[in-house]
Every structure is written in structure tokens, then in C-alpha cells.
């Protein structure tokens, strides 16, 4: 079955940085678009950023853009995204999730998202 | 920035039907998915493409569209039906945009 596991999160200075990794197993990753969502506590849901399967196209939500990095391994099954100049704003649970984007074409197209894993706390601290 | 809008709240006694609505001026031209979030859990996705039920997803969990309005209804609520439910679209340019969320509550 489908699994994703993340990893990499804590305790950082406003200024600081996190490396996330999300490891997958059960399906074959190479194929799929793969994105990060962050969920702050007690807030909705945000979308951060995706990936396509071979790293040609690569997006991110305005309040990150230049400050943190989407990569992927698939070879090792392994998607990371770096956080650097992490601000307050940006404590949250950070979600890595199978994306349908590359599945869907037309203009109808609000891709979702599949499969999540359990997230991984991101603090960070004044 | 695109926005779409959920009630906060709804609740419902086990057995009843509950709807949730999700509104949105570009839902007319795009898919609409919905995702159940319980308490400490990671989200997971109920309904994709307005009205599809992924495998696994219990019949009483249905998707419609009507204008710049969907709604998830959930047939004959039950206590485990209790969380968080988030809808989630894409704006004009594509990036993908969810709901503030509606917090359903089974009495």
C-alpha cells in the first residue's frame, strides 16, 4: 500500500533552516508529481509547493517563493523540500502528499491529492 | 489572491444527512475535491473531480456541483464521520487552493 513517511522536522531561530525528506514506498514514484502541504496548528490546510516526476516543473505557493526548495530522488523514492529564512509564520505540520496534477489536463484541472503522509512538525521560535 | 468559502461548523445527529457546502467564483470551470480530516490525523481525500469517490470511500459520501456552489453530502452520518472537512480547487492559473475547512460535529 501507499506510504509516506516524513521526516526532518523541530525546533529552529526565526532565520534559521530545516531539511524535510518524505520517503515513499507502495507505488511508483517516479510517475507521480509529489507536493508539500503545511497545516499551521489550529489552521486549514496550505498548499507549498510541487514537483513533477522528472524535476522539470517546479511551483511554489507566493509566501515561500525564494526561500524554500522542492527536490526529489527517485531513485531513492525520496522527496525533500529545504526551509531557509524560516519565519514564525511558518511553524506548521508539512505534509508531503501524492499528486494527481500529472494525471489531469484541460482547463477543469484542480489536481488532488491522493495519498498523505503523517507530517512532520516544523517550530519555529523569536 | 482566489478564495473559497466553507462554513466554520455543522452538526448533525448519527443517521441524518449533512451537507457541507464549498463556494467559489471559478468552480463553474474547475474540479472540485474534498478531503476528512480527523482530529490528529493526516487528511484524507473523500471526493475528487466534483463527484468521483476514490476506492476505499463509503458509498454514504457523494459530491455535486451546482454554479459557484459544491457540496459534499454525507449520507446517514456516523460518530466516525466526526473531523474536519476541507474542499480544495485551483484558481485561473492552476495553483491549487483549499477551503478554511467546516468542522462537523455528530451529536
Known amino acids: 500500500q501507499v506510504q509516506l513517511v516524513e521526516s526532518g522536522g523541530g525546533l529552529v531561530k526565526s532565520g534559521g533552516s530545516l531539511r524535510l525528506s518524505c520517503a515513499a514506498s507502495?507505488?511508483?514514484?517516479?510517475?507521480?508529481?509529489m507536493s508539500w502541504i503545511r497545516q499551521a496548528p489550529g489552521k486549514g490546510l496550505e498548499w507549498v509547493s510541487h514537483?513533477?516526476?522528472?524535476?522539470?516543473?517546479?511551483s511554489y505557493a507566493e509566501y515561500v517563493e525564494g526561500r524554500f526548495t522542492i527536490s526529489r530522488d527517485n531513485a531513492k523514492n525520496s522527496l525533500f523540500l529545504q526551509l531557509n529564512s524560516l519565519r514564525v509564520e511558518d511553524t506548521a505540520v508539512y505534509y508531503c502528499?501524492?499528486?494527481?496534477?500529472?494525471?489531469?489536463?484541460?482547463?477543469?484541472?484542480?489536481?488532488?491529492?491522493?495519498?498523505w503522509g503523517q507530517g512532520t512538525l516544523v517550530t519555529v521560535s523569536s | 489572491s482566489y478564495e473559497l468559502t466553507q462554513p466554520p461548523s455543522v452538526s448533525m445527529s448519527p443517521g441524518q444527512t449533512a451537507r457541507i457546502t464549498c463556494s467559489g467564483d471559478?468552480?463553474?470551470?474547475?474540479?472540485v475535491s474534498w478531503y476528512q480530516q480527523r482530529p490528529g490525523q493526516a487528511p484524507i481525500l473523500v471526493i475528487k473531480?466534483?463527484?468521483e469517490r476514490p476506492s476505499g470511500i463509503p458509498e454514504r459520501f457523494s459530491g455535486s456541483t451546482s454554479g459557484t456552489r459544491a457540496t459534499l453530502t454525507i449520507s446517514g452520518v456516523q460518530a466516525e464521520d466526526e473531523g474536519e472537512y476541507y474542499c480544495?480547487?485551483?484558481?485561473?492559473?492552476?495553483?491549487?487552493?483549499f477551503g478554511g475547512g467546516t468542522k462537523l460535529t455528530v451529536l
Open positions: 473531480k466534483d463527484t
Open positions: 502528499a501524492r499528486d494527481l496534477r500529472g494525471t489531469c489536463s484541460g482547463g477543469s484541472c484542480a489536481a488532488p491529492f491522493d495519498f
Open positions: 514537483i513533477s516526476t522528472s524535476s522539470t516543473y517546479i
Open positions: 480544495q480547487s485551483a484558481d485561473s492559473s492552476g495553483t491549487r487552493v
Open positions: 507502495g507505488f511508483t514514484f517516479s510517475d507521480y508529481y
Open positions: 471559478a468552480l463553474p470551470e474547475k474540479y
